[in-house]
C-alpha cells in the first residue's frame, strides 16, 4: 500500500469525494442566494429552512405517495419553489422599501417557524432515505459510489444551466438589466414585479432540489439547514455575490478545502471554512468575485 | 415629566421586586439579559450595524467566567471583569474582521464567525463540550457580601446592570455617541468632515461586545452554569429579538423587550420546541407590522398625543 503525502490514498481521495460532494451543495445554495440578493436585495435567511424542505419533501412523497426519488427530483423543486412564491407574495414583497436588514430579520423569522414545525413533527432525529443508486466502481486508488457522483454531475450541470440561463439568453438579460434599474426595464413593458417573484421562486427551488439531492447522503433531518446556512453565508462572503460562476466555483473550491483539511488536521476541519472568510476579509474585503458596491 | 416620575419609579419598583412575588432568579435572568440586549443595542440602534453573533461574546465571556471562578478559584468580581475583559479582546479581533463589510454582509460576517467560537467551545477541552462548566461557586463578593443568598446576589447584578446602563447611556450622549449616530445616518458624509468611521465604529463594537460580556460573566454566576446554549447562533437570534421588541435605537427599548421574551419563555417553557415558532411569529409581525417596537411605538404615539398637529 503506497502512502500520498503521509495519508493513505484511500483516505485522501475519500475525503476530496466528499469535500466535492459538500461543495456542490454549497454551490448550489450559494448560487441561490446570489441570484435572489441581485433581483430582491434580500438575504434569504430561510434558505437553510427551505434546502431540508426539499428533503422532507421527496422523503414524504416516498412515504405518503410512493413517489421514487426520480419523480421527487422534479415535483419537489416545484413545490418547494411554489412556497418560497406564497412566502414572496405573503411576506417579502412588503418589504422592498425598506432598510435590507429587515429582509433578513423577516427571513429569519420564518426560518424559526418552519424549523420549528418540523421539529415538532418530526423530532430532532434523522429519517432515513434509501439510496436510488447503490453500488459503485472501484478505481483503484478509490471505490467511487455512483450516487455519490450523480450528485457531483448533477449539481454541476444545474449551476452551470443556471449560469447559462442568467448570462446567455433573453430572460437572462431582462434579470440582469432589472438588477441593474428595475424602473426603466419595467418602463420597456417588462412585469418586473412578476419577475422578481419567479426569480424568488427559482432561488428557492434550487435549495429545495439541493435539498432532494442530498436526503440519500444525510439523514433527512429539521436540523439539516440551519447548520448549512451558516457555512454557505461564509461561503458566500468569501465569493462575494458579484458573479454566478464565481460562487460555483468558490462553492466547490471551499468543500474540496474543507475535505482535505479533515484529512490533514481534523480537529480545524468544522472550522476552516471560517478562517478563510477572516484572511479573505482581511485581504480583499470585497469577495474574491466581488465587486465593491 | 416622564422622566422626573418614570425613573424614580421604575427604580423603586427594582429595588422592591423580589419582595413583592417576583421571584429574583427571574429578575436576575431578565437583567442579565436586559444588559445584554442594551449592548447590542448600542450597535444596531446607534451605529447602524446588525450583529447577528453576539452570542460569542455572551457566551464566551460565560465561559471564561466560570473558567475563572471554578477552576482558578478567583474572586467573583474579578471573575465577572475578567470575562467582560474576554468579551473585550474578543470584540476587538472580530470587530476589525467584521467592520470591514457593511450591512448585509456584516450581519453574516458576524454570524459566521460567531459559529467559529461555537465550533471552538464545541471541541475545547476547558469548556466542558456538551456538559458545559457546572456548578460554579457563588463566592462572596469582596470577600464581604454574601451571594449565595439569591436576594442578595439579586441587588447585585441590579448594580452591575444599573451601572452598566449609566455607561451606555452616557455614551449615547456623549460627543462620541453623535459620532455614531452622524455614522450610522451618513457614512460617507462623516468620512468627508473628518472623522476616523472605521475606529469610531470599531470602538463601538469592543464596547458592546465587554458590555454583552459582562451580561454573560453574571449570567454564569448567576445560573453557576455556562454551557453551549450561551454560544448558539439561537441565543444571537434572541437578543436581536429582544431588541426588535422593545424598539431598535430606544434607550428603554432592549429592557423592555427582555423582560417580555423572557417572562414568554418562562410562561412557554411547558409547550417545548414551539417556543422557536412564536420566536418565529414574533419576528415576522413585528417587522411586517411594528418596526419601531414596543417602546418606538409608545414613544410615536406620545409625541403625536403631546403635540397635537399644527398643520
Known sequence: MFELLGVPPQALFGQLLLGLINGAFYAMLSLGLAVIFGMLN??????????????????MLLKFLGLNYWFALILAPIIIGAFGILLERLFLRRLYNLDHLYGLLLTFGLSLIIEGVFRNQFGS???????????????????????????????LLVCLATWFVIERTRLGAYLRAATENPTLVQAFGINVPRMIMLTYGFGVGLAGLAGVLAAPIYQVSPLMGSNLIIIVFAVVVIGGMGSILGSVITGFALGVVEGL????????SSTVIFVIMAIVLLVRPAGLFGQTR | ???????????????????????????????????????????????????????????????????????WGVPTE????????????????????????????????????????????????FTGGEDGIQAVPRRPLFGLIDISSDINLYYVVLAIFLAAFLLIYRTI???????????????????????????????????????????????????????????????????????????????????????V???????????GEWVLVVQGIIFVVIVLAFRRGIVGEIAAYWARFARPARH
Not at chain 1, 133 to 152: K, S, T
Not at chain 2, 261 to 271: G, K
Open chain 2, 78 to 125: 474579578i471573575g465577572i471583569l475578567g470575562g467582560a475583559a474576554v468579551g473585550a479582546v474578543m470584540g476587538l479581533i472580530v470587530g476589525s474582521v467584521a467592520i470591514r463589510r457593511q450591512g448585509i454582509y456584516f450581519a453574516m460576517v458576524t454570524l459566521a464567525l460567531a459559529q467559529m467560537v461555537f465550533f471552538f467551545a464545541l471541541q475545547a477541552k
Open chain 1, 125 to 155: 432525529t434523522g429519517q432515513p432515505y434509501d439510496n436510488p443508486l447503490p453500488g459503485g466502481q472501484n478505481l483503484g486508488f478509490m471505490f467511487l459510489p455512483y450516487y455519490r457522483a450523480w450528485v457531483v454531475v448533477a449539481s
Open chain 1, 42 to 59: 434580500v438575504i434569504n435567511f430561510t434558505h437553510g429552512a427551505q434546502y431540508m424542505m426539499g428533503a422532507f419533501c421527496a422523503w
Open chain 2, 173 to 259: 450622549h456623549s460627543p462620541f455617541g453623535q459620532v455614531l449616530k452622524a455614522i450610522r445616518e451618513n457614512e460617507a458624509r462623516a468620512i468627508s468632515l473628518g472623522y476616523k468611521v472605521d475606529q469610531y465604529k470599531l470602538m463601538a463594537f469592543v464596547l458592546s461586545a465587554a458590555l454583552s460580556g459582562l451580561a454573560g460573566g453574571t449570567k454564569s454566576i448567576v445560573f453557576q452554569l455556562a454551557s453551549l446554549t450561551d454560544v448558539q447562533w439561537q441565543m444571537s437570534g434572541e437578543v436581536v429579538l429582544m431588541t426588535l421588541v422593545g424598539g431598535i435605537g430606544t434607550i428603554f427599548g432592549p429592557v423592555v423587550g427582555a423582560f
Open chain 2, 261 to 271: 421574551i423572557v417572562t414568554m419563555q418562562n410562561y412557554l417553557a411547558q409547550i
Open chain 2, 1 to 71: 415629566m416622564i422622566r422626573k416620575i418614570g425613573i424614580p419609579l421604575l427604580l423603586a419598583l427594582a429595588l422592591i421586586a423580589p419582595w413583592v412575588g417576583f421571584y429574583p432568579v427571574f429578575l436576575m435572568k431578565a437583567l442579565c439579559f436586559a444588559l445584554f440586549a442594551c449592548a447590542f443595542n448600542l450597535l444596531i440602534g446607534y451605529v447602524g450595524l446588525l450583529s447577528f453573533g453576539h452570542a460569542m461574546f455572551f457566551g464566551g465571556a460565560a465561559y471564561a467566567t466560570a473558567h475563572m471562578v471554578k477552576v
Open chain 1, 261 to 268: 483539511t479533515k484529512v490533514f488536521y481534523p480537529e480545524a
